[in-house]
C-alpha cells in the first residue's frame, strides 16, 4: 500500500481508504500543519490569560491542560485553544493561522504585566496519533504513562536528540495525542512512529484526518469557529467556566446562557452526493441547509467518506429547535438537493 503524504491530499481513492480504516480500527500518524503554536512565559502569564478567555485557569498546575475560548469582546470566537502548563511556561495550541493573531490579541491587553509571547510557528511542529490503538504507538515510544495521560494534559519526551511536548488530544477515531518538536526533530518522530512495535499507524494525509474530524464533531478554525459564531452555538461547553470573574466577552457569554439565547447550534449531518463527484465536488462551505420548506443554517465543512461510495459526512449550524438527532433535512448544493440527516449535535 502506497502511504500518503502526511498533510497533503491523497490522489488515490483505494489509499485514502485505507488510511481511514486504520483511523477508525486501528492507529494512524500525521503532521499537523493546520496546527500553530505559541509559548506563554512570565510570572503572570497564566492569569493574564485566565482573564483572557473562557475556562478557569488559575489552578492550572504543572503537567496539567485545559481547553479554552478566546472571545472578541462580543463574545464572538477568536479561537479554541489548548494550554498546557510547562515548567516555567504555558505551550498554547491554536488552529489554523490563528497563531499570530491570538499573539497580538495578547499583547494588546499586557500592560505591566509580566508576559512574554513567542510565536513557534516556524520553529516547531505538531505531529498527530490517533486511532483507538494509537494509545499503544504511544506507549511503545515513550511509554505508558505518556499513553495514559488525562486529556489536554501534557509530559515532556525525548525526540531525536532533543525533547518534545507530547498531549493527550481531542480524539479522532477514538483516540488522540499530539506532539509538539522542533522542525529538525519531526522526522525523527514521524519514522520512529511507523516503526513502532505492536500496532505499526498507518501515515495519513490531511484529506484523511479531514474525515476523521468531521465524523467526531471538531469544529476547526476558519470553519466552524470564526467571528461569526459564539462559544455556545459551536458547543464548546467544555471550555467555559460560569463560576470564573470577568474575562473579555464574559458578560456576554454568559447572558447567552442565562437568558437561553443561543438561536442556532453546531451539528453533524450525513447526506448522499452524486456517484462519480470528488470529495472536492460534494458539498460547499455555506451550502443551505432546509429543514421542512424553511433555511435552517448553513454547511460548514464536508467530506466524502473514503470508500463509503456516495455517502458524505458534513458539519453545519442549524437552528436550535432543528438539532434533533433522527430529523431529515435537504442541503442545497450546486443547484441539487441532496437529502441529508441530523445525526446529533457535535461533540
Known amino acids: 500500500m502506497r502511504h500518503g503524504t502526511s498533510g497533503t491530499a491523497a490522489t488515490d481513492g483505494e489509499d485514502l481508504a485505507a488510511q481511514y480504516r486504520a483511523g477508525r480500527t486501528g492507529a494512524i500518524v500525521a503532521a ?22 473562557t475556562n478557569d485557569l488559575k489552578g492550572l ?16 470566537i477568536l479561537d479554541l485553544v489548548t494550554l498546557h502548563r510547562l515548567p516555567g511556561a504555558l505551550l498554547a495550541l491554536c488552529g489554523e493561522g490563528r497563531a499570530g493573531p491570538l499573539r497580538t490579541w495578547i499583547e494588546k491587553y499586557t500592560f505591566r504585566e509580566e508576559v512574554s509571547v513567542e510565536d513557534r510557528t516556524e520553529s516547531h511542529g505538531t505531529i498527530g496519533f490517533y486511532g483507538p490503538l494509537s494509545g499503544g504507538v504511544v506507549a511503545a515510544l515513550w511509554g505508558e504513562a505518556a499513553a495514559g495521560l488525562r486529556l ?10 532533543g525533547r518534545a511536548q507530547i498531549v493527550r488530544a481531542f ?12 522542525v529538525e526533530a519531526l522526522d525523527a518522530v514521524r519514522r520512529a512512529a511507523l516503526q513502532a512495535n505492536g500496532s505499526r499507524p498507518v501515515e495519513a494525509c490531511r484529506e484523511c484526518l479531514e474525515t476523521l474530524r468531521i465524523e467526531a464533531g471538531l469544529p476547526a478554525a476558519g470553519r466552524e469557529l470564526t467571528e461569526e ?3 455556545w452555538e459551536a458547543r464548546l461547553q467544555d471550555a467555559i467556566s460560569l463560576d470564573k ?4 466577552g464574559q458578560e456576554v457569554v454568559a447572558r447567552l446562557h442565562t437568558y437561553k439565547k443561543v438561536s442556532r447550534v453546531l451539528v453533524r449531518l450525513t447526506a448522499r452526493g452524486e456517484e462519480g463527484a470528488s470529495a472536492g465536488e460534494v458539498v460547499i462551505p455555506g451550502a443551505a441547509i432546509q429543514v421542512g420548506n424553511e433555511t435552517s443554517g448553513i454547511v460548514t465543512s464536508s467530506a466524502r467518506l473514503p470508500g463509503g461510495g456516495d455517502q458524505v459526512v458534513a458539519l453545519g449550524y442549524v ?5 434533533v438527532a433522527g430529523r431529515t433535512a435537504a442541503i442545497l448544493h450546486a443547484g441539487r438537493t441532496m437529502t441529508a440527516t441530523i445525526e446529533g449535535v457535535a461533540r
Do not use: Q
Not at 480524539?171 to 522542533?182: F, I, S
Not at 470573574?245 to 473579555?248: E, H, L, M, P, R
Open 319 to 323: 437552528r436550535d429547535e432543528d438539532a
Open 152 to 161: 489536554h494534559h501534557v509530559a515532556d519526551v525525548p525526540a531525536g536528540s
Open 245 to 248: 470573574g470577568c474575562y473579555v
Open 171 to 182: 480524539p479522532l477515531g477514538g483516540d488522540g495525542y499530539h506532539v509538539t518538536a522542533p
Open 61 to 76: 498546575g504543572e503537567g496539567e491542560g485545559r481547553a479554552t475560548v478566546f472571545t472578541t469582546n462580543k463574545g464572538r
Open 32 to 53: 499537523r500543519p493546520d496546527i500553530t503554536r505559541l509559548l506563554v512565559r512570565g510570572r503572570d502569564a497564566l492569569d493574564l490569560l485566565h482573564r483572557l478567555s
Open 229 to 231: 459564531y459564539n462559544p
